[in-house]
């Protein structure tokens, strides 16, 4: 007998509120739906998660491709992971404290983790100097006081301080953006900040992390995009009152600011504006004699000029 294929229910599971999204394959849950809390088996062991994402795939294609989500998590499992989450707090203590005896002062604890039942306890640490961020011999120590917990050390970048400190951010909005809504950091650059104008004074720029803020990237694309509409700086252009050398752009107005043969700084719009050299082209090509009527009986207005 033939059996029957079965489609692959692809989730988009949350271990954080504000974290990575990673999917597994729910195809044993026909009836999953978004917020339910499942248990699943990641790299760092069972986890439980938040669903936030149906995606529907084809079995044969997606089979092998995600891990399957293990089971629905039950009331237990809840009540659980919040008892667990409250002694999260006491064991970031004892570990910045013990951290402080050892000497260890390069190594600052950022957070405790506990998985939802308890069996591994997660240390997020961070450290600016890399030769003494060396935590062996914490974990050695923490080893002995959570002996029942599996210890884990896990090193973060100052992105992921910040967003785990949460506060406000560094333009004055209450909350900092990786830690309200940012699920990924994506790679920043100073040209971000170059193609939107943006002064480059680093209290300009650098967020409470230290680092270029993740703002810079919101509409980069959008100036990309319309910078390609307008000509380059230093380009030659014809406007309305005569010719002129661009100095500035201005992506989101589809304008550009022209200096003037006499000096004058003027904004015009990008469809008041032509290049320098299509406009010479299409003049000389306007005082070139007629090539279409050489039998005579010319009457485009060229044959004069023969």
């Known amino acids: ?8 229910l692809i989730v988009g599971i949350k271990f954080q509120p504000v974290g990575k999204i990673y999917h597994f394959d729910a195809a044993d849950l026909t009836d999953i739906k978004m917020g339910d809390y499942v248990i699943v088996s990641t790299s760092r062991g069972r986890e439980l998660g938040e669903v936030v994402q ?31 989450q409250r002694r999260e707090l006491e064991a970031m203590i004892d570990c910045r404290a013990k951290a402080a005896e050892l000497g260890l002062t390069a190594l600052k604890i950022v957070r405790a983790e506990y998985s ?5 306890l997660t240390f997020l640490y ?35 301080v ?6 406000m951010g560094a333009c004055g909005l209450a909350e900092r953006c990786c830690s309200k809504f940012l699920t990924e950091f994506s790679p920043i650059s100073i ?36 910078r390609k509409q307008l000509p380059k700086i230093k380009k030659r252009v014809v406007t309305p009152r005569g010719e ?7 992506p989101l107005k589809d304008a550009v600011v022209v200096q003037l043969e006499e000096g004058q700084r003027v904004e015009f719009h990008r469809d008041e504006i032509q290049p ?20 005579g009986g010319c009457d485009c207005g060229k044959g004069e000029g023969k």
């Open 54 to 84: 149906l995606l529907a795939a084809d079995h044969t294609n997606a089979k092998g491709s995600h891990k399957p989500v293990e089971r629905r998590a039950t009331p237990r499992d809840l009540v659980m992971r919040r008892m667990w």
């Open 191 to 226: 040209r971000m900040a170059k193609a939107q104008g943006i002064s480059l004074n680093p209290s300009e720029i650098t967020g409470m992390c230290g680092r270029l803020r993740c703002c810079l990237m919101y509409e980069y694309e959008q100036y990309v995009e319309a």
């Open 116 to 120: 939802y039942d308890g069996s591994r």
């Open 276 to 295: 320098y050299e299509e406009w010479k082209a299409l003049q000389e090509k306007a005082r070139a004699p007629c090539d279409k009527h050489e039998n």
């Open 126 to 160: 961070n450290s600016e100097v890399e030769e003494d961020a060396d935590p062996q011999e914490l974990y050695q120590e923490m080893r002995k006081t959570y002996s029942n917990a599996r210890i884990d050390f896990k090193q973060v970048g100052p992105r992921d």
């Open 244 to 250: 002129g050398k661009v100095i500035d752009l201005l």
């Open 1 to 8: 007998m033939k059996t029957e294929e079965k489609t692959a």
């Open 162 to 167: 910040a967003k785990i400190l949460t506060g």
